[in-house]
Nanobody, 126 residues
Framework: QVQLVESGGGLVHPGSSLRLSCAAS????????IGWFRQAPGKEREGVSC????????LYTDPVKGRFTISRDNAKNLVYLEMEDLKPEDTGIYYC???????????????????WGQGTQVSVSS
């Protein structure tokens, strides 16, 4: 049974940092990319970052480049999203996803993800 469990969300002030974790189980991680998506109130879900579990290749959406870092711990089946210099526009529910790969690169296409976690809330407010 595939499971993706997010943790680490919270309420923080602008400029703060948070680390999200995604615990994956029930599938062969090396065949997948793990991604982070977010959805703000009243907005469509959007891709934030992804990582190819076998190679470590990464992708970021432009608004988070230089502030967010995705990483993996294959031995523990964990993927992290380090978020620095958080802004109010980073507020939303953050979801962990798994995408079975047919290439060497991950993508941030919402409709292309095979599995989704339940999400963790990130709120950035003064």
């Amino acid at each position: 049974q595939v499971q993706l469990v997010e943790s680490g969300g919270g309420l923080v002030h602008p400029g703060s940092s948070l680390r999200l974790s995604c615990a994956a189980s029930g599938f062969t991680l090396d065949l997948y990319a793990i991604g982070w998506f977010r959805q703000a109130p009243g907005k469509e879900r959007e891709g934030v970052s992804c990582i190819v579990m076998s190679t470590g290749s990464t992708l970021y959406t432009d608004p988070v480049k230089g502030r967010f870092t995705i990483s993996r711990d294959n031995a523990k089946n964990l993927v992290y999203l380090e978020m620095e210099d958080l802004k109010p526009e980073d507020t939303g529910i953050y979801y962990c996803t798994a995408d079975l790969l047919y290439s060497d690169y991950c993508n941030l296409v919402v409709s292309g993800m095979d599995y989704w976690g339940q999400g963790t809330q990130v709120s950035v407010s003064s």
